[in-house]
């Protein structure tokens, strides 16, 4: 199970932290990723980090302003989105991956477990 949470309502240049909390699984052992999916648009990958978090992988329009971390002892993957934009707007979703790697981790079906999502709106 995985809980997002930290959405909110936040103006043009602003930061928000979301968190995503799992349960279930060992979290340690999965790759993680956040996805989002705005109002009349198709579901779009943001960020992923493999098993560790050493390694990790951002979609164009978000690198250099967004960071994906996670702390495998309290569960918890976060997504720091900085400099956000009015096209940042979304409902945001965490997503466990397969496995510890994936082939491909901008992909919807690597991932087998979803969030309920975090809606954020950015103000211009």
């Known amino acids: 199970q995985l809980q997002a949470s930290g959405g909110g309502l936040v103006q043009a240049g602003g930061s928000l932290r979301l968190s995503c909390a799992a349960s279930?699984?060992?979290?340690?052992?999965?790759?993680m990723g956040w996805f989002r999916q705005a109002p009349g648009k198709a579901r779009e990958f943001v960020a992923a980090?493999?098993?560790?978090?050493?390694?990790?992988y951002y979609a164009d329009s978000v690198k250099g302003r967004f960071t994906i971390s996670r702390d495998n002892a309290k569960n918890t993957v976060y997504l720091q989105m900085n400099s956000l934009k009015p096209e940042d707007t979304a409902v945001y979703y965490c997503a466990s991956n397969r496995g510890s790697y994936s082939a491909d981790y901008s992909r919807a079906p690597e991932y087998d477990y979803w969030g309920q999502g975090t809606q954020v709106t950015v103000s211009s």
């Open positions: 980090c493999n098993w560790s978090g050493h390694s990790t």
């Open positions: 279930g699984r060992t979290f340690s052992s999965y790759a």
